[in-house]
């Protein structure tokens, strides 16, 4: 099964990819039958003073994608749109 990463998702989108985290969090919470669609694991981060920390990250399948993009506001609507169809270029 093809996947995207939460990071190359707010890259490509131009998100910050905490916010990205917490809409995925949203449709969690909003909807717990969901959770197939999104894998969550960590990658590893170089922080201040050469310290090491590890942030949480999401693979997210094709339905968890639109779940995602359908749950945007409506005055995002176009941006969403705009995320399905560039999905496929994205994996």
Known sequence: M???????LARAFGRRHHN??????LVLSRCPAAAPH?????HPVTAG?????????ALIDRTGFM???M???????????????AYDDLI
């Open 20 to 25: 990205v985290l917490a809409a995925i969090d």
């Open 2 to 8: 093809r996947t995207a990463d939460s990071r190359e």
């Open 71 to 85: 749950s945007f506001p409506s005055t995002q609507r176009e941006t969403a749109l705009g995320w399905l169809m």
């Open 38 to 42: 999104y894998r969550f694991g960590e």
């Open 49 to 57: 003073l050469g310290g090491t920390r590890y942030v949480r990250h």
């Open 67 to 69: 779940l995602l993009a």
